[in-house]
Each structure stands twice: as C-alpha cells, then as structure tokens.
C-alpha cells in the first residue's frame, strides 16, 4: 500500500484558475515537502514543514501556498495558474532530516 | 545557493556492465548525501546515503564521497534492466531542512 498518497494522479486546468493538490503520508514522519518537476528543472524544492510549521520557502511566487490541517497533511493551493506552472509536483516526508520518501506525484497541465 | 551538478546527463550501459555517475556540489559546508533512483512514472526513491568521505558499499551499488573536491560519485555494477531509470545525487540543503537535487543522470541499460 502507498504510505504517500497524492490526489489527483492527473489534473488539467485553464490559465487563471486556482487548483488544491492533496498530499497525506501514513508513514508517521514530522516533516513534509513539496517538490516540482519539469523538463526545465528536475526536481525544485518548493517548500519543507516541521510540525505542520513552515520551515522552508523556495518559492519566488505567492501563488503557491501549502496548507496543513492536519499532521500527516499537506496540500498545496495554486492561484492564478500560468502555462509555466505544468509540472508533476511531488509530496515527500521524512523523519526529521533523514531520507525522504516521495509520493507518486500529480502531473499538472495548465492549458 | 547550493549548485548540484550531474554527469554525464544521459548513459547507455550494456547489460553486465559498469555505471559511473558523477555529481558536483557548491557549498564547502555539505555534510550529507544521497543518492536517489526514479523509474518512469514513478516518484524518486532513495537508494542510499553516504556522509563519510571514501566508499560506501550497498550490493551493486558503491557510492564514493570526496568532500574536499566537492565530489560524490555512483557506480552500479552488473547494470540490470531494471536500472534503467533517472538518477539524482542530492545534498543535504544548509540549515538541514530538505534535500537539493542535482540535475539527473538518465542511465538506460541495454539487453
């Protein structure tokens, strides 16, 4: 069974509208993160929590914005959405600093 | 800001044999490293870490850490099929809270 667990596998949208991408570990793990993967980046780390506390921003844009409701949570809201922003955007956790383990990734295509 | 450099940026490897890969790395503070293995479709996963200078041994796989020269390195040995895959060295970003991602080796091993 996934201990990652990202939802929607799959998600198209128009120019300038705002998507949620869900994210839950069952892995018990105090950290959580978000990275981007495009043609043009490989793997971009977005943002890292602790504790469902921000800890880590890498993000120019405010049109992202993780959210955490809860422990073993963390979503990811995108506004305004550009073409640029089409990626597969992955979940991760760790315990602490140690290994991170990823999700499956939702693959994002903003039309 | 750490700058995580991959050579080569694609390897074709014969069934049975030998693959190096190289990663660079910026920051002269860098302690801790992995080394991480994406198949298609799939999120990355970790394949080993290494934050000792000199080698580390897991099956086919030798990690070799050179801090002084900014150097870590991966060779599979006996490449598989299986091994076809994405590869990503990554290093323990300063503050210890997330991972930086190089810029990924494809590695294909030829039947």
């Known amino acids: 069974d996934p201990k990652i667990i990202q939802k929607p596998k799959y998600l198209v949208a128009v120019t300038g509208s705002e998507k949620i991408l869900i994210c839950e570990q069952y892995l018990g793990h105090n950290a959580m993160y978000w990275y981007r993967q495009s043609a043009k980046k490989p793997l971009e780390f977005m943002f890292s929590y602790s504790y469902q506390k921000l800890m880590d921003n890498q993000t120019a844009s405010s049109r992202f914005q993780p959210q955490s409701s809860k422990k073993n949570h963390l979503d990811l809201q995108i506004t305004a959405l550009k073409p640029d922003d089409s990626a597969t955007y992955f979940c991760?956790?760790?315990?602490?600093?140690?290994?991170?383990?990823f999700g499956s990734g939702t693959r994002l295509t903003v039309l | 800001q750490q700058k995580v450099q991959q050579s080569p940026e694609s390897l074709i490897v014969p069934e049975g044999g030998m693959a190096s890969l190289n990663c660079t790395f910026s920051d002269r503070n860098s302690q801790y490293f992995w080394w991480y293995r994406q198949h298609s479709g799939e999120g990355p996963k970790a394949l080993m870490s290494i934050f000792s200078n000199g080698d580390k041994k897991e099956g086919r796989f030798t990690a070799h850490l050179n801090k002084a020269s900014l150097y870590v390195s991966l060779h599979i040995k006996d490449s598989q099929p299986s091994d076809s895959a994405l590869y990503f060295c990554a290093v323990l970003y300063q503050g210890g809270r997330a991972l930086i991602f190089g810029t990924g080796t494809t590695v294909s091993v030829s039947p």
């Open positions: 991760a956790s760790s315990q602490t600093t140690e290994t991170l383990y």
